[in-house]
């Protein structure tokens, strides 16, 4: 049974005041059904560690460098992410593939090592509106997933992937529960053919999720939770879509 699992992506929002505010709401709430993981900014990993003490909720980060360490400026390693006590962390995001070139080779490489420190990389694939249109949703997710399959495969279950329509991020445009479980479902099979455990491998999906589209989505059979952009950084939008799930 793959547990539920609800991941906040405040992307490059936040502050001292609003973290605080945001995070004390979400730790007073009743204790959630769902894994619930919180992916902050670097620089507010520390504060959200210590208000999120206690909590049943995980922090992650939204990134970390393939490399372990050495004269990468400005980069961040997984080792240090852990010692902020990261244990998740978002790779491959569409918009550090569009705007830091990220190829998928890079991304897989980022999830290993996310899983040598002992995190779960939460790795994201998904197709523009241009290769959707063009019907090339699946050659391209297939790609974007073969690269970690290859390096990674049997471990597949230890991550987490999720289905991120570029289309459909921070554009109030959802995919449909229909077209979510479509590729959800050419997801999970694409895996058990590289031999991995399919069944047992969480596949969230991201793109304009909302309290009101949230049930719904999650309903579906090979949809095992979401990634939340804009509607993490609301306490009752999040706990709404943490009900949901
Ligand atoms: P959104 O972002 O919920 O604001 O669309 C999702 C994401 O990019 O992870």
């Given at each position: 049974m793959r547990r539920t699992m609800v991941a906040g992506n405040w992307k490059m929002n936040g502050?001292?005041?609003?973290n605080s505010e945001l995070l004390r709401a979400l730790v007073a709430a009743p204790r959630a059904a769902c894994e619930?993981?919180?992916?902050?900014?670097?620089?507010?990993?520390?504060?959200?560690?210590?208000?999120?003490?206690?909590?049943?909720?995980?922090?992650?980060?939204?990134?970390?460098?393939?490399?372990?360490?050495?004269?990468?400026?400005?980069?961040?390693?997984?080792?240090?992410?852990?010692?902020?006590?990261?244990?998740?962390?978002?790779v491959g995001h569409s918009e550090r593939r569009a705007w830091h070139g990220e190829a998928d080779a890079v991304v897989a490489a980022k999830a290993q090592r996310a899983l040598g420190a002992g995190m779960t990389p939460i790795v994201c694939v998904g197709e523009t509106l241009q290769q959707r249109e063009l019907g090339e949703t699946e050659a391209v997710i297939g790609l974007q997933l073969d690269a970690?399959?290859?390096?990674?495969?049997?471990?597949?279950?230890?991550?987490?992937?999720?289905?991120?329509?570029?289309w459909a991020i921070g554009t109030g445009r959802t995919a449909t529960p229909e077209q979510a479980q479509q590729v959800h479902a050419f997801i999970r099979a694409r895996a058990h053919r590289h031999g991995a455990d399919a069944d047992a491998v969480r596949v969230l999906y991201g793109g304009s999720v909302k309290p009101d589209n949230a049930a719904e989505l999650f309903a579906q059979p090979d949809i095992d939770g979401g990634l939340i952009g804009g509607a993490s950084l609301n306490a009752r939008d999040f706990l709404a879509i943490v009900d949901a799930a």
């Open positions: 502050s001292l005041e609003t619930v993981v919180v992916c902050a900014p670097f620089p507010y990993l520390a504060q959200a560690r210590q208000l999120l003490d206690a909590s049943a909720i995980a922090l992650g980060a939204q990134d970390c460098s393939v490399h372990e360490r050495g004269a990468y400026t400005g980069e961040v390693a997984v080792g240090m992410l852990a010692e902020f006590g990261c244990s998740h962390v978002i970690v399959l290859h390096l990674l495969g049997a471990r597949l279950p230890e991550l987490v992937l999720a289905y991120e329509p570029v």
